[in-house]
């Protein structure tokens, strides 16, 4: 062998000192294990807000954060009667007491207007809440005004909001009613059993099935549990985010997964016809060009989110970067060095029939059929960018959180506090809050108390904003401590109370635009998910254009260049078409699938990209270029998305919405990017490569 | 012959009440004019707190709505004392005897805590005379009648009544 070729001395360095080298490697995974700090987090809510645009202007203005908590009792076994409000009452009483508790609003929490008046010449407007009053009182007010109450009670439904600051968990708590609760979480302990339980049987179990071998189940766990290990520690060390989020061991074993599955294929139908001396040569060169250019995609665009302030879409570009780059670097190092040791006897080629009949089938493709089918591709693809800009983006949220805490942002200090500007202010968002949106079922703020306070007054007086006298409200306010449920650090509130949650993302982007700040954290988080559309958007576009000028730069064809376009934008299209034409809400878990599906299928692309391309030169009929492909690169390709595809969809299994939902998107999105790759690109191929006369150099 | 007792009876109390002690639901001076009254007799006013805005209520001693406001006032006394600051009048409301004690609180050494003492904690104080108190209360009193002080507890905030 000719010890100039590329990569031959580096594979006999691999080879004379493959001990040393796995020494090094094992001993870098133990102490990578040993480091890693413990405690991975599920909850995604910390990394979306912090780095996020809403939730910077609050803590700018250092306003405090709330975590509003929905509980919803039924009070079916009493109904309602005085006995039901005895027993809601004690709960609203013993729950105050809790500490991490910063508000509570329910009907108790109401304020209650009468004018107290003992005779002619004795007599006060007083405010208080219905807490303070006897039950049959409070039984009686209700019965008489229930209209008033229609935010707190549905029927049996008794609905309380419990406020604490910022990031707190309220504990559980006692009641003699049943009651639910949406925001309580599993304990992570059994999260982590149950998700590495998985993908450990999965991996090893389709290992074990792909190959027929116990073998690469060996080598596999083992490249993937280093590739996972170092990323995570490099990741710790490296990034200023201080938690490490489920979703990175996630893109971590999905990156190795495939570098893996391409190294190891190659490598075990290279056993019968290739000479074991030149073995791990045949398989670097043929594998390690398209791996080292899918890193560089994986790097340079998905790793541009780093340069992005939220913290999340920071923490996924960082991971993808890291990833990518210790897979391929323990592709070169780790998995020759394990290799050498083995030697493959009659190893089986599962596909090796099938290959010849898809094959036989695809080269036969009716032409009208695929123009169609590009045609129908290009509409989806136009009416995904039509509603791309055109429609608003409904992203999707938790159905309990239908309660938006607002506060009116007015930056000068002499301007704060209940002034009559700021009223006028509540008054007019008030108003179109209500005209615009059928879903909003209550405001809350000062303008609604005075309103409130001012009838109560003058029964028989209709309210006119300009004629009060907005000191007199401002000490009654102080007096009867409602300053504190309408004003925070001196400004004013709104609540909004929901009927349901399908309209608040645009409630959102509308009362940001009103100059008012979100305060809640599940109405910062909507929000920070919202903007967050754009920027992966964009990443994914940028992934797209890279993959088309790394498959220029290294093919100088732009026939490549169209087919890597196409068989990349296709699947993204349809999945993202189907979902605003279903109307289905959109997560930042489908984006993120998108990130990995986009970041996968540039993985095959380039392989199936670089095998044709360097076997142009070849002279071969167009069957035998299709079965060769299938079978070098489709089985590989195919057996590697089929792992990832059985992995993502047991996932769903995993009792995290996050990791449920990522898993489905992620195995919905695989399976479409598989069917292009295997179904699309090689006819693609046929039709504009293999068929054009005028390429030169090839043979046709 | 009844039904002329019952107008002549109409017709001689129609007079009392217009002029009278039956109190007359209405501010009798301008905001304006209010502040200026106010002013005269704000240094015998009972004052709590240092915050920009003053709050000037008449309250009676024993009236139980005054008391209830002064619980008010005090339950959250930081924030309140804060941002307003209270001018509390002693002033009797007819029927609730309390011309003896409010003397005795305005001539006590420390007339604020006298005045917590016996409309916060219903505690009692020791009487005490000073003729220069009884001035104070004449003071306050013809005050009042000028505003249109009609109940208690009466509470002004820039001029108007509450």
Aim: overall charge positive; hydrophobic content about 45%; proline content about 3%.
């Amino acid at each position: 062998m000719n010890t100039k070729l590329p990569y031959y001395n580096y594979i006999v360095f691999i080879k004379r000192f493959r001990v040393a080298i796995l020494l090094v490697i094992t001993t870098i995974i133990v102490l990578s294990s040993m480091m890693i700090k413990e405690g991975f987090v599920y909850s995604d809510q910390s990394l979306w807000l912090n780095g996020s645009k809403e939730y910077n202007k609050l803590l700018q203005l250092k306003y405090p954060s709330l975590t509003i908590e929905k509980i919803v009792f039924n009070i079916e076994r009493d109904g309602w009667s005085i006995k039901a409000i005895d027993r809601l009452k004690s709960f609203h009483l013993n729950i105050r007491k809790q500490t991490n508790i910063v508000s509570i609003n329910s009907l108790f929490d109401q304020s209650s207007i009468f004018n107290n008046h003992l005779s002619q010449n004795q007599s006060m407007i007083e405010i208080i809440p219905l807490l303070d009053k006897n039950s049959t009182d409070i039984y009686n007010e209700i019965r008489s005004n229930p209209s008033r109450f229609e935010s707190f009670i549905d029927g049996n439904q008794v609905t309380f909001y419990l406020g604490s600051d910022g990031t707190e968990r309220l504990n559980t708590f006692d009641c003699n009613y049943p009651y639910s609760r949406t925001k309580v979480e599993d304990s992570n302990a059994m999260k982590n059993f149950l998700l590495f339980s998985i993908l450990f049987v999965m991996l090893t179990g389709s290992f074990t099935v792909a190959f027929r071998s116990i073998l690469p189940t060996v080598l596999g766990t083992i490249f993937i549990v280093a590739t996972t290990l170092i990323t995570i520690l490099l990741f710790q060390s490296l990034s200023s985010v201080k938690v490490t989020h489920i979703s990175i061991v996630l893109l971590a074993v999905t990156v190795s997964v495939m570098d893996f599955v391409y190294i190891y294929y190659k490598w075990h139908v290279f056993q019968e016809s290739v000479p074991t001396k030149i073995l791990l040569y045949r398989v670097m060169t043929k594998t390690i060009v398209p791996i080292f250019w899918t890193t560089i995609i994986s790097v340079v665009g998905v790793g541009s989110l780093i340069f992005v302030d939220s913290q999340i879409l920071h923490s996924i570009g960082l991971n993808v970067a890291l990833s990518s780059s210790v897979g391929l670097l323990l592709s070169v190092t780790l998995l020759p060095a394990m290799l050498s040791f083995f030697r493959q006897k009659n190893p089986e080629l599962v596909t090796k029939e099938s290959v010849k009949y898809f094959a036989a089938k695809e080269v036969h493709y009716s032409q009208k059929w695929l123009y169609r089918f590009l045609l129908f591709s290009a509409l989806v693809f136009l009416y995904g960018i039509f509603i791309y800009f055109y429609k608003p983006m409904n992203v999707i949220t938790d159905q309990s959180d239908t309660r938006i805490q607002l506060i009116l942002d007015q930056r000068d200090t002499d301007r704060q506090g209940l002034t009559k500007e700021n009223l006028e202010k509540l008054q007019n968002i008030h108003k179109s809050l209500k005209e615009k949106f059928s879903d909003i079922e209550s405001v809350y703020s000062a303008y609604s108390e005075i309103e409130k306070l001012y009838k109560q007054e003058y029964p028989n007086t209709s309210f006119q904003l300009d004629t009060i006298d907005v000191a007199t409200y401002n000490f009654m306010f102080d007096l009867y401590g409602i300053s504190d449920k309408v004003l925070v650090n001196n400004q004013p509130t709104v609540t909004l109370y929901l009927k349901d949650t399908k309209q608040k993302t645009m409630i959102l982007s509308f009362v940001r635009q009103q100059n008012l700040l979100i305060q809640d954290r599940a109405s910062l988080l909507q929000m920070a998910k919202r903007d967050s559309i754009n920027t992966l958007f964009s990443v994914v576009f940028f992934v797209l254009f890279l993959i088309m000028g790394i498959v220029y730069l290294y093919t100088k064809t732009m026939q490549f260049v169209w087919i890597a376009a196409l068989v990349n934008a296709i699947p993204l299209s349809w999945f993202f078409a189907t979902i605003m034409l279903l109307d289905m809400p959109l997560s930042t878990e489908m984006l993120v699938a998108m990130v990995i599906t986009v970041a996968l299928s540039s993985d095959a692309t380039m392989h199936f990209i670089f095998f044709y391309y360097s076997n142009r030169l070849k002279p071969r009929t167009s069957e035998k270029v299709l079965e060769t492909s299938f079978l070098y690169i489709g089985t590989a390709l195919g057996m590697g998305n089929v792992i990832l595809i059985f992995t993502f969809i047991a996932l769903v299994f995993v009792p995290d919405p996050t990791i449920s939902n990522i898993g489905l998107y992620s195995s919905m999105l695989v399976m479409l990017s598989l069917g292009m790759e295997l179904f699309l690109l090689p006819i693609l191929f046929l039709q504009w490569v293999k068929e054009n006369r005028t390429l030169r150099g090839y043979y046709h | 012959m009844k039904p002329m007792i019952i107008s002549l009876i109409f017709f001689i109390c129609m007079p009392i009440y217009i002029w009278g002690d039956i109190p007359i639901k209405k501010q009798l001076l301008t905001p304006e004019q209010t502040i200026n009254e106010l002013k005269k007799i704000k240094a015998k006013a009972i004052s709590f707190g240092s915050g920009k805005n003053e709050i000037h209520t008449f309250i009676d001693p024993h009236c139980e709505l005054s008391q209830r406001y002064l619980a008010f006032v005090f339950k959250k006394k930081e924030q309140m004392f804060a941002k307003y600051t209270f001018y509390f009048y002693l002033n009797e409301l007819k029927g609730k005897d309390s011309a003896e004690i409010i003397l005795s609180i305005l001539s006590a050494p420390y007339p604020a805590i006298a005045l917590k003492t016996i409309m916060l904690q219903h505690g009692d104080i020791n009487i005490q005379e000073d003729d220069n108190t009884q001035d104070i209360v004449d003071e306050i009193e013809e005050s009042a009648k000028l505003i249109g002080v009609f109940k208690r507890p009466y509470i002004i905030i820039n001029g108007k009544v509450k």
